[in-house]
Each structure stands twice: as structure tokens, then as C-alpha cells.
């Protein structure tokens, strides 16, 4: 069983930055696709980012702005984000899958954090 704990959220002026991490635990770290995903009230979850062996892959909306990141020695995925806008504004979870299949749905993963709320104001 994969367990996963986000840190890093918080409050944030608009153009700051700020830097989500996940620590996995319980399974093979190398083995994991580990992705960002994002939830607005009112909102369905969306992709922000995904990782894996084959590479990184971004949501339009935040190319050039957030870099995802893995440390397979820590078990660790963070989120630097960086030029936050209010619309970033959301529950930020961290998600983990076995490599394979696809990655940028919600239903594509089965391993879930609590989740880490990012504010950013105008």
C-alpha cells in the first residue's frame, strides 16, 4: 500500500512562489509515475503535472512557470511553482500509479495524499 503526504502549501502574494512536496512510502519508488493534481472549489480535479522515466509532462496553463521533480534516493515528488496567479488557487494532491498505461486523469491513479491548500492573492 503506497502512502503519500503533501507539505508545502500555504498563502502566497501573487508572482511568489512557493514548493510542494511528497513523501511515498510502502512500495517501489522507481517503480511510481508520480503526478500533481489540483482542485478549486467548485471544481473538478484537474492535471498539473506528471514525472516518470519517460519524462515530464505540464497542463498548458502552467508550462514555464512550475517544474516537477522526483528524488528516487529520498522517495520523494516535489512542485516548485513559481509566478503563482490567484487562479492558481486550489487543493494541490500529490498521486502515484505504476509506470504504464496513461497518466492525466484522476482515474488513472489509485494512491492519493490528503492534499495541501495553495492560496494566492491578487
Known amino acids: 500500500q503506497v502512502h503519500l503526504v503533501e507539505s508545502g502549501g500555504g498563502l502566497v502574494e501573487a508572482g511568489g512562489s512557493l514548493r510542494l512536496s511528497c513523501a511515498v512510502s510502502g512500495g517501489t519508488f522507481s517503480g511510481l509515475a508520480m503526478a500533481w493534481f489540483r482542485q478549486a472549489p467548485g471544481k473538478e480535479r484537474e492535471f498539473v503535472a506528471k514525472?516518470?522515466?519517460?519524462?515530464?509532462y505540464y497542463q498548458d496553463s502552467v508550462k514555464g512557470r512550475f517544474t516537477i521533480s522526483r528524488d528516487n534516493a529520498k522517495n520523494t515528488a516535489d512542485l516548485q511553482m513559481n509566478s503563482l496567479k490567484p487562479e492558481d488557487t486550489a487543493v494541490y494532491y500529490c498521486?502515484?500509479?505504476?509506470?504504464?498505461?496513461?497518466?492525466?486523469?484522476?482515474?488513472?491513479?489509485?494512491?492519493w495524499g490528503q492534499g495541501t491548500q495553495v492560496t494566492v492573492s491578487s
Open positions: 514525472i516518470n522515466w519517460v519524462g515530464v
Open positions: 498521486a502515484a500509479r505504476p509506470l504504464g498505461g496513461t497518466y492525466f486523469s484522476p482515474d488513472d491513479y489509485k494512491s
